[in-house]
């Protein structure tokens, strides 16, 4: 049946299989997270592995190959095609790179790991847990020299590849090196400023049946296509699913809405993204979300750059008053505009890196950025750890963490679980937010006062054209360029924190 | 890696691996019907259609069947191990038994049928329909031609066979003769028996979380496990998932408690079966459960069996007094365990199966089978079906459906979406429950008095040791010796029926 397809259609067609593949992990692992029993943990976790099995064993096919040798001399492909042909090959290539006994072992030592930091976190316990973690490192190391020699590049940016492609130290350090400089006095003057202002946190309860019917609400006037979506609940916010069928979840807290809320709205902003992905080319790699800063950038743009705005909080604070009429009449002072917006515009340094404002969010990620770079190249030991952390967190945020391992550098569950390389990329997000809203303002200058009416119609308008609809199709630097007029930089983001903050 | 493995082992393996595929497709499926938004449908169901793909790939591997010769040479297998090198052969025969061609063919044919039968049936139009389910019947000729050969059995057998293993029209006819002449007279005369009784519906609203409480407070109480399974709502209820992870659903009517509730007493004694299989044999052939009149006699045991007995009643009527305290506090004659009983035991024939009583529900799967038996062999058309619905429906039942084919041979999904030879197997399942319950009793007589409290860790017990536990490790004939000392027969079934109707 197939011989009269051309290699690219054979190739596209075994990557639409590969697809389809990742469909169904998508699916079954949302379920995982939101309605699995727990009991069931340990089948599904085989049997889902067993799936990335199958995935990853079509992916690196030797007839792949072929397809795409041959592909590359066909003269037939238009420019949606070649770059899907060339998305194919990174694919397929990273995939190869890592010996499969290297990819296994890799992901023994993650999983081993995540258990034991589970164990070890909750004693607040490093040294037990430390050996573990040197374990991940050591083969993490082999993982990313495998995929550096195959795609020429330093092994550390080889990680960061596998979340952002084409990003590298170089991209990451044109962002960090500035903020660095920028944010611990700018943080300081904020604080100070804030000083002042009295703020009430709204005392609860709010029923969760009706912090979800706000949340509905708002998501859907947001944007999000709830025909083609859900909203449930699970332990740790994520969106999931496919572009289809979108799955965000976010977590109810009975005493305060404000941040199951604003949970919601980012990751309807991942939503949005995903939903706006050209439909024509699902399952193909050039149809896929471009890499988590531009993701990151969508959630955080939608969350930080349009949320916590006065615009959004005039149209947003009556549906909150209602939804809570009983709280906000006995506390109007609480569930004022005013007090609103200082409540979402509170900064605050704190050990969480979750917890974090975004003017303080940016250290916690330059922390992690530093230690995991020096533990790829080898200049730090995961012993050194406690003590290089504290010496961070006291220099970039002036807080102790020293014998609090458990909210120090035992906090996330990256590092356990074998991501390195990742952690840069929320802050390349939260600065990719700033560069894209100022040019979605500048092109239409009307999005602040449609917002104020809780019409999202032209900044979603321009969002659609400018970022979703173009998925892989250029790299994210050719994107922010076309859309903005120039790569990654973070003059936006600094603008519109002395802007938001200071007023200036 | 597998070179010391034997033929066995290495089979079992790749059982494995196939199971584990059909665990994420349980999951899947189920996730289609309960969460999934409408408009990802067409895309799921090709990315499950390439899942199943993909398992009846591995199934049908030619080294398969070197696997499973070479492990009949094997001297080292216990009986387990034999029964589960039979029944893999089984699979392997009959997936093996059908060209590729036929199968995607017939998928088409049937998933198109059930298309039209979808818009169809809304028009009461079988004109237009009938086209479609010639299509289907044709190819299912053919399919049941391919796999008789094979399996060197009647076509019909070989589909029957498909749902219960061994079965045949032998083994139907021997239950349906003696039903067909023991029912209409004997529901004549309860039904004049039952036209003196007074019956009060209660009425609601009856809102759906107190039913849902109530549903899981009386599936627990029966031993359904929810630590290793879920309740949620479907279109049409079913029983899910995995034997580690059972997902039952069922749907409200806020005007009507009864029905929803005995939907997840139903669905719930299917998933205690599942939930009963030896988990040391999960994903091989025999660790299944054995086929769909044990499925159906284990659910029909729960809810026809116990769970309408007056002793269920006495324990359950408090608890729908306590769920629904407003209602029954208005309606207390609606409310009372006479009423109820009534209730739950009101024969009235009408023209939909699925509303159908016990004792008129065989009436509507025996007119089924010898329509569908027919239309296989050839000696019916599919255009003669609303002449032969009609006199059937006068002739079992005395009601008329001519000019009404939406609620006449329209009424199920299951002839447009290929499945024949399944109908049966609801009755012989009924009749499987009376039996297998006779003997439960016999063997252990404080059953019923311990329903009477709620407790039904006895009949648990029994059923465990005699059907659960048992799995596909022996035919279904020979579990029924085995537990009750005789072949499938209806003699339970009909002094069930008298006793419980008649008293005599």
């Known amino acids: 049946m197939q011989a009269f397809d051309s290699a690219y259609e054979q190739l596209a067609g075994h990557f639409r299989r590969i697809g389809q593949l990742g ?12 309605n699995m029993p727990a009991a069931a943990g340990p089948a599904r976790a085989a049997a ?17 190959a072929d397809w795409i040798e041959n592909a590359k001399a ?21 995939a190869r790179a890592i010996p499969a006994a290297l990819v296994e072992a890799s992901a023994v030592a993650d999983k081993t790991c995540e258990q034991a930091w589970r164990r070890y976190r909750g004693e607040n316990n490093f040294t037990d847990f430390a050996p573990y973690l040197e374990k991940v490192v050591a083969l993490k190391r082999e993982v990313a020299q495998a995929l550096a020699d195959t795609l020429g590049v330093d092994p550390y940016d080889a990680l960061v590849d596998e979340y952002e492609p084409g990003a590298s130290r170089a991209t990451i350090d044109s962002v960090f090196v500035p903020l660095r400089e920028f944010l611990p006095s700018f943080a300081e003057e904020v604080i100070e400023r804030q000083r002042g202002t009295k703020i009430v946190q709204p005392t609860g309860p709010f029923s969760v049946p009706d912090q979800r019917a706000l949340g509905l609400r708002l998501m859907a006037a947001s944007g999000f296509d709830t025909n083609r979506g859900r909203l449930d609940v699970s332990h740790h916010p994520f969106c999931g699913g496919v572009p289809g069928d979108v799955r965000i979840t976010t977590r ?57 705005s006065p615009e959004f909080l005039e149209f947003a604070a009556p549906l909150f008053r209602r939804a809570f009429a009983v709280r906000a009449e006995s506390e109007p002072a609480a569930f004022s505009l005013a007090n ?16 974090a404002d975004e003017v303080t969010y940016p250290a916690h990620v330059i922390l992690r950025y530093e230690i995991e770079r020096d533990l790829i190249d080898g200049s730090l030991c995961v012993s050194e750890l406690p003590e290089v952390w504290d010496a961070g967190m006291k220099s970039l945020l002036g807080l102790n963490t020293a014998g609090d391992d458990k909210n120090g550098c035992m906090q996330d569950v990256h590092w356990p679980s074998g991501a390195f390389g990742y952690f ?11 560069q894209l809203y100022s040019s979605a303002k500048a092109a239409s200058p009307q999005i602040p006062e449609a917002i ?28 922010l360029v076309d859309a903005t007029g120039s790569e990654l930089a973070p003059t936006c983001f600094i603008e519109h924190l002395k802007n938001r903050y200071l007023g200036s």
């Open 340 to 355: 609103l917006q200082a409540l979402y515009l509170r900064v605050k340094p704190s050990l969480i890196r979750v917890d």
């Open 23 to 34: 469909e169904i992990e998508a699916v079954v692992e949302w379920d995982q997270a939101v």
């Open 74 to 94: 066909q003269r037939d492909l238009g420019t949606w095609e070649l770059a899907n042909l060339q998305e194919a090959e990174r694919l397929f290539l990273r």
């Open 424 to 434: 840069p990329l929320y802050t390349l997000g939260a600065v990719a937010a700033a």
């Open 252 to 308: 109810y807290d009975e005493q305060d809405f404000t941040s199951g809320l604003m949970g919601v709205l980012h990751e309807a902003g991942h939503g949005k993204y995903e939903q706006g992905l050209p439909q024509q080319w699902e399952h193909q790699p050039v149809g896929a979300a471009r890499g988590m800063v531009l993701h990151e950038s969508q959630s955080l743009l939608q969350e930080m750059q349009v949320c916590r």
């Open 48 to 64: 889902v592995a067993n799936l990335a099995f199958m995935r990853h064993e079509l992916l690196v096919q030797p007839r792949v």
């Open 452 to 479: 104020r009416q809780g019409d999202f119609a032209p900044l979603n308008a321009w969002l659609a054209a400018n970022v979703w609809s173009r998925a892989s199709s250029v790299s994210t630097q050719q994107l």
